[in-house]
């Protein structure tokens, strides 16, 4: 049972333009959500977090926003640059564990 | 500051063999979790250790099994391979643990291909 749903498997976007990821979660009781990034041949490396009690989080050109009325939280990345090309994973955590999504492959065209 | 380190990082098997994966953690951090990644699963949680002790376990067989040892290393085991099992291991290391901490760390993983 996928708890943390990301239901786009990739993401193409121009260089320079917004990307937006999303993620769709089904437990109420998830209190943290976070972004990784993982490159090929590397470990996924966090990107940003954002606490159940707030709905944006903002860090440089990453900014993530949770609807918890919807269950639904997402990433923009603007503007997006082709480094940012990878896999991104979106997680919730209930204080005990954490649930990972599928992931999102985006890739930036120059 | 050294990251989290994997070995193997590739390693071929054939079915009802048995893997040893092995993680060494950041420094410092004492808890150490594990994640199975196939495709289209994204990343699924296995079990975590914190000071030498199972903490949580996440929906695998009995098959998969871990230790933790007093200078944090850690050491994941799956007897009787099925070629379900192929798949990218992570582990990854955290100071107190995956209660609220904000972030995980890591490691390259470990690539098991079972024949």
């Known amino acids: 049972d996928q708890q943390v749903k990301q239901n786009s498997p990739s993401l193409s976007v121009q260089e320079g333009r917004i990307s937006i990821l999303n993620c769709d979660y089904t437990?109420?009781?998830?209190?943290?959500f976070l972004w990784y990034k993982k490159y090929p041949a590397e470990g996924p490396t966090f990107l940003i977090s954002?606490?159940?009690?707030?709905d944006k989080n903002e860090d440089g050109r990453f900014t993530v926003f949770l609807n918890k009325s919807a269950k639904h939280l997402s990433l923009h990345i603007v503007p997006s640059q082709p480094g940012d090309s990878a896999v991104y994973f979106c997680a919730a955590d209930t204080g005990n564990q954490f649930y990972f999504g599928t992931g999102t492959s985006l890739t930036v065209i120059p | 500051k050294a990251g989290v380190t994997q070995t193997p990082r590739y390693l071929i098997k054939t079915r009802g063999q048995q893997v040893t994966l092995s993680c060494s953690p950041i420094s410092g951090h004492r808890s150490v979790s594990w994640y199975q990644q196939t495709p289209g699963q994204g990343l699924q949680f296995l079990f975590e250790?914190?000071?030498?002790?199972?903490?949580n376990k996440g929906n695998f067989p009995g098959r998969f099994s871990g230790r933790q040892f007093s200078n944090s290393r850690s050491e994941m085991n799956v007897s009787t391979l099925e070629l379900g099992d192929s798949a990218l291991y992570l582990c990854a290391s955290s100071l107190v643990g995956q209660a609220n901490t904000g972030e995980l760390f890591f490691g390259e993983g470990s690539r098991l291909t079972v024949l």
């Open positions: 250790y914190f000071s030498e002790t199972q903490r």
């Open positions: 954002i606490s159940s009690i707030k």
């Open positions: 437990n109420s009781m998830f209190d943290y």
